[in-house]
Nanobody, 122 residues
Framework: QVQLVESGGGLVQAGGSLRLSCAAS????????MGWFRQAPGKERDFVAS????????WYADSVKGRFAISRDSAENTVYLQMISLKPEDTAVYYCAAGDTTRPYSHYYTYWGQGTQVTVSS
């Protein structure tokens, strides 16, 4: 079992940057593929990015390509989401998730964090 805790969210102006972190408990972190999803008020939870367990394969939603970068540090049991050139439409609660896939669908992921709020002002 894996417990996930996100951090790094906050309020930022459009064009700004944030780096989200997701700390995972347990010694099995390296056996899971990891993903980031986000959910804006009144909307469904959407895929943002994912990374394979060995860190070699990454996937991104079209809306964040070129602006967001996912990475992982197995020594720190942490996955990161570096976000630049933020837009107001990036405002959402961001969740990290662990599973056996890098597919962009939430139901494939088994473990979820509580989320961290990202608000981008115009």
């Amino acid at each position: 079992q894996v417990q996930l805790v996100e951090s790094g969210g906050g309020l930022v102006q459009a064009g700004g940057s944030l780096r989200l972190s997701c700390a995972a408990s347990g010694r099995t972190f390296s056996t899971y593929d990891m993903g980031w999803f986000r959910q804006a008020p009144g909307k469904e939870r959407d895929f943002v990015a994912s990374i394979s367990r060995n860190g070699r394969i990454t996937w991104y939603a079209d809306s964040v390509k070129g602006r967001f970068a996912i990475s992982r540090d197995s020594a720190e049991n942490t996955v990161y989401l570096q976000m630049i050139s933020l837009k107001p439409e990036d405002t959402a609660v961001y969740y990290c998730a662990a599973g056996d896939t890098t597919r962009p669908y939430s139901h494939y992921y088994t473990y979820w964090g509580q989320g961290t709020q990202v608000t981008v002002s115009s």
